[in-house]
């Protein structure tokens, strides 16, 4: 079955930096690739997904980038705020199962 | 107006008890989940329905059982509860199956097992 693996497992950048959460996967076949917000005590939400026939897909501060090839994925936020803190979670699935694999999260702690 | 509802949002019981977490969405979906999150934060997908009917049933003891009388509602049931079954239970809806869409998730049931 799938595999997705997720680095760094908790992250601190100062205010106003980038951050990069980087993420990999084990089948081939997956084809979905969304990433996931969860604030402290809250639900996972949807912040950006990006689907295999594309390689880079942007919104505001955010940014998903796959490669196919090496099957793997990353999140950068560029001009972190203290509202990014949280944990982010990537996954990955296939079309036909909807079954959604996550990665085991990176804390991210954005420094005043 | 609440997408994915869940109750209780808190449940606390001993060793050995039965429960139920019923879940609801209102966003027509076709496809509901439940999602274990264990303490260090591991979102593990346990069963997914689509129009009632089973899908996904990943290694989960069979004293928890999915039961889903309409396609708007996913309720889980625990028997026999166990100490290992504390964690954050989360049910999720999406659009479609095969299609790869946004799952929309509940506020989550905190189940203390004493």
């Known amino acids: 079955g799938e595999n997705v693996e997720q680095h760094p497992s908790t992250l601190s950048v100062q205010e106003g930096d980038s951050a990069v959460i980087k993420c990999t996967y084990s089948?081939?076949?997956?084809?979905?690739f969304p990433w996931y917000k969860q604030e402290l005590g809250k639900r996972p939400q949807l912040i950006i997904d990006?689907?295999?026939?594309?390689g880079e897909k942007k919104d505001q501060r955010i940014a998903v980038t796959l490669n196919k090839t090496a099957k793997h994925f990353s999140l950068h936020i560029t001009e972190t705020q203290p509202e990014d803190s949280a944990v982010y979670f990537c996954?990955?699935?296939?079309?036909?199962?909807?079954?959604?694999?996550f990665g085991k999260g990176t804390r991210l702690h954005i420094l005043p | 107006d609440t997408a994915v509802s869940q109750t209780p949002k808190y449940l606390v019981t001993q060793m050995g008890n039965d429960k139920s977490i019923k879940c609801e969405q209102n966003?027509?979906?076709?496809?509901m989940y439940w999602y274990k999150q264990d303490s260090k934060k591991f979102l593990k997908i346990m069963f997914s329905y689509n129009n009632k009917e089973l899908i996904i049933n990943e290694t989960v003891p069979n004293r928890f059982s999915p039961k889903s009388p309409d396609k708007a509602h996913l309720n889980l049931h625990i028997n026999s509860l166990e100490l290992g079954d504390s964690a954050v239970y989360f049910c999720?809806?999406?659009?479609?199956?095969?299609?790869?869409?946004?799952?929309?998730f509940g506020p989550g049931t905190r189940l203390t097992v004493l």
């Open positions: 996954a990955a699935s296939m079309y036909r199962d909807d079954k959604i694999i």
């Open positions: 990006i689907r295999s026939n594309v």
């Open positions: 999720a809806s999406s659009q479609a199956s095969g299609r790869g869409d946004e799952q929309f």
């Open positions: 089948d081939s076949a997956s084809n979905y």
């Open positions: 966003l027509g979906h076709d496809t």
